[in-house]
């Protein structure tokens, strides 16, 4: 199968940290994406794991597990404009198809 | 800066029209996308395109097609716009490597009464 897991909902209060979780499948498996999509505008690109491990990129960090087919996307200090839906989406292209296999995405609602 | 523009933010017709998605990417990416977006659904893919006049089905490409003849413009079309064809369009683009992003436009909301 080609699914990609992670919560629905969440939610966390301003100045706390939050961690959204991804599961997946593995096989075929080059990378995993997380995006970040607030309300009525598209998704911009958050981060991209290939290796196992975290990687920080200022308040917003992401950990891949390979082994595991797991991620989390972690976000510290959060701020009222950190409210928006995360996506996580695998990297399973190879020659020619270049689709990405996207979860539904995970509404995080920061409250004050 | 990577730009992905969309003919229209937003767009109503009637069922039955033909409609026309433009998507334009200034940045000579090899591959365009044109995703649906509905809320509990998510983002799914209806084609794609990897080269010029190449296109690929993408989950739900019924009642959808497509054409690329530049490189830099990849046009969805709704042959006969239906109501469960209201949704969120949003074109995406991206360079032919393994691990690049895609980088979005902003998106069409169309409303098919």
Same mark, same amino acid.
């Given at each position: 199968?080609?699914?990609?897991?992670?919560?629905?909902?969440?939610?966390?209060?301003?100045?706390?940290?939050?961690?959204?979780?991804?599961?997946?499948?593995?096989?075929?498996?080059?990378?995993?994406?997380?995006?970040?999509?607030?309300?009525?505008?598209?998704?911009?690109?958050?981060?991209?794991?290939?290796?196992?491990?975290?990687?920080?990129?200022?308040?917003?960090?992401?950990?891949?597990?390979?082994?595991?087919?797991?991620?989390?996307?972690?976000?510290?200090?959060?701020?009222?404009?950190?409210?928006?839906?995360?996506?996580?989406?695998?990297?399973?292209?190879?020659?020619?198809?270049?689709?990405?296999?996207?979860?539904?995405?995970?509404?995080?609602?920061?409250?004050? | 800066?990577? *730009?992905?523009?969309?003919?229209?933010? +937003?767009? /109503?017709? #009637?069922?039955?029209?033909?409609? &026309?998605?433009?998507?334009?990417?200034?940045?000579?990416?090899?591959?365009?996308?044109?995703?649906?977006?509905?809320?509990?659904?998510?983002?799914?893919?209806?084609?794609?395109?990897?080269?010029?006049?190449?296109?690929? *089905?993408?989950?739900?490409?019924?009642? +959808?097609? /497509?054409? #690329?003849?530049?490189?830099?413009? &990849?046009?969805?079309?709704?042959?006969?716009?239906?109501?469960?064809?209201?949704?969120?369009?949003?074109?995406?683009?991206?360079?032919?490597?393994?691990?690049?992003?895609?980088?979005?436009?902003?998106?069409?909301?169309?409303?098919?009464?």
């Amino acid at each position: 199968g080609q699914n990609i897991d992670q919560p629905t909902e969440m939610t966390a209060t301003e100045g706390a940290i939050v961690q959204i979780n991804c599961t997946y499948q593995t096989s075929g498996f080059n990378g995993l994406f997380w995006y970040q999509q607030h309300a009525g505008e598209a998704p911009t690109f958050l981060s991209y794991n290939v290796l196992d491990g975290l990687e920080e990129k200022g308040r917003f960090s992401s950990f891949l597990s390979r082994s595991k087919g797991y991620s989390y996307l972690l976000l510290k200090e959060l701020q009222m404009k950190d409210s928006a839906s995360y996506l996580c989406a695998s990297d399973r292209t190879a020659g020619n198809n270049r689709k990405l296999i996207w979860g539904l995405g995970t509404s995080l609602a920061v409250n004050p | 800066d990577v *730009k992905v523009t969309q003919s229209s933010r +937003y767009l /109503v017709k #009637r069922t039955g029209e033909k409609v &026309f998605l433009e998507c334009v990417q200034d940045m000579d990416h090899e591959n365009m996308f044109w995703y649906r977006q509905d809320p509990g659904l998510g983002l799914r893919l209806i084609y794609f395109s990897y080269d010029v006049k190449m296109k690929e *089905k993408g989950d739900i490409p019924e009642g +959808y097609s /497509v054409s #690329r003849e530049k490189k830099e413009r &990849f046009s969805l079309i709704l042959e006969s716009a239906s109501t469960n064809q209201t949704s969120m369009y949003l074109c995406a683009s991206s360079l032919s490597v393994r691990g690049e992003t895609q980088y979005f436009g902003p998106g069409t909301r169309l409303l098919v009464l």
